[in-house]
């Protein structure tokens, strides 16, 4: 049976850590530093760790004869985590530091797409004010401009005009807004289409597919509004029809894997391939994350079928090729309960309510929540993901809302039509 530390604190790490609980083959699942959701959850256990000391994780992977360590956020991945775990022989399921630099630097995993033939938007990587705003004479708008570093989700903008573009750039690379993440950016062009979320499991030559999924990235009703974590999913997309999964598994996942065993960094652990779909059935890679994507593993999460324990050693172990997969047929919707004013300034330390009424065909991720002397509180932007289940779409959209209502904290905001797109 095995022991299990999952390294996280968010709705992610919520899913990932209550999944890795219902596994027939797990006896005791640990998140650190986890979060209200994970603290009140029957088979789980939080663990008051310092996840960026390495020799710390290390030492509790040894006291509590640790089986595997699945690594749920991107910065222990880029910091190195996989690595200093490898080495001293304990399983832990992610990619290592030099694998992880396809989400790292926006720049590396531009470079990667173009050396390889992966179809992605064009684009130039700069670290210069001047150049950057001469390249913008011959563009079209509107444009992206991303950070190169890790921005938490929020190093990407999209400038309509070229006053918007050029303030964009000074921000970045003059004025530091961005820190050390934006001391470098990508100018790329906008891509129009349909976003969609592919995620694999990998062991750096073979991959089984997750359950496809979409999730809405602005904060507002019909996906305007500025860009966030992420404010729902579902999960299947209908816009991955079976001609573009072929396409996406072939062009995009394979190549990639290839690619980077070419190079020297074999990838193993989750690889999300965030694409755009244009009205052509032609997929293009907007973006690399090296994890699952939040608010993408809730539903799929509540999909999933098989042992993910079983599935993450199978992957470190480079025999993916000899398991298989199981999934929930049933649809599954997310909605994501965000504090008001999210993704810029807001009131942390809410009491929530109404998180007892909730029913069993209904499970509530915590992502922004601690505990504190019997009472859960928000703590961040994205604070709740409620998801329901349903053979229906448009009723397993009913059942999350239905939910959602229940719940209240005086402040809290939320889309009403997550799963618009495919419902429609």
């Avoid at 390249?135 to 921005?151: C, E, R, S």
């Avoid at 579902?234 to 996406?248: L, N």
């Avoid at 694409?275 to 293009?284: C, V």
């Avoid at 324990?309 to 919707?333: H, K, N, P, T």
Wanted: charged share 20%.
């Amino acid at each position: 049976m095995n022991r299990v530390l999952v390294i996280g604190s968010g709705g992610r790490e919520h899913a990932l850590a209550w999944r890795l609980s219902q596994s027939s083959t797990v006896e005791q699942t640990f998140v650190a530093p986890g979060n209200a959701g994970t603290a009140l959850e029957a088979n789980l256990s939080n663990v008051v760790l310092d996840v960026s000391d390495f020799g710390a994780v290390i030492a509790f992977c040894h006291d509590q004869n640790i089986t595997l360590v699945v690594v749920g956020p991107e910065q222990p991945l880029v910091d190195g985590l996989v690595d200093a775990l490898s080495a001293v022989g304990i399983k832990c399921f992610g990619p290592t530091a030099a694998a992880a630099q396809l989400e790292g630097s926006k720049a590396f995993a531009k470079d990667f797409l173009r050396r390889h033939q992966i179809p992605t938007a064009s684009y130039e990587v700069f670290t210069e004010v001047a150049p950057a705003k001469a390249y913008l004479q011959n563009q079209l708008f509107p444009i992206v401009i991303k950070a190169d570093g890790l921005a938490a989700g929020k190093g990407v903008i999209i400038a309509e005009n070229m006053a918007e573009a050029e303030s964009t750039i000074e921000d970045m690379l003059a004025d530091n807004k961005f820190g050390e993440a934006g001391s470098r950016i990508v100018i790329e062009e906008f891509l129009q289409g349909e976003e969609a979320s592919y995620i694999v499991i990998a062991d750096g030559k073979n991959f089984i597919p997750m359950a496809t999924s979409q999730d809405h990235k602005a904060r507002d009703n019909g996906d305007v509004g500025p860009n966030t974590g992420g404010m729902g999913a579902y999960s299947p997309a209908p816009v991955v029809t079976p001609e573009i999964d072929q396409q996406v598994a072939e062009k995009v996942i394979q190549a990639t894997l290839d690619g980077m065993a070419k190079d020297g960094h074999p990838f193993i652990g989750f690889l999300y391939a965030g694409l755009m779909i244009d009205k052509q059935n032609h997929a293009k890679v907007l973006e690399f994350n090296v994890r699952f994507g939040d608010p993408e593993t809730q539903p799929i999460m509540t999909r999933l079928q098989s042992n993910l324990d079983e599935l993450c050693l199978a992957a470190i172990e480079g025999r993916l090729d000899q398991v298989s997969c199981d999934w929930d047929e049933r649809f599954a919707l997310g909605v994501v309960m965000a504090e008001k004013g999210y993704p810029f300034a807001y009131d942390k330390g809410n009491v929530i309510h109404g998180l007892n009424a909730i029913n069993d065909e209904v499970k509530v991720f915590h992502a922004g929540t601690r505990l504190a002397d019997d009472q859960i509180t928000t703590s961040g932007g994205r604070v709740l993901c409620v998801c329901a289940l349903d053979y229906d779409l448009k009723q397993a959209q009913n059942k999350a809302y239905q939910a959602v209502k229940q719940i209240s904290w005086g402040s809290e905001y939320y889309r009403t039509d997550i799963g618009f797109k495919a419902i429609k």
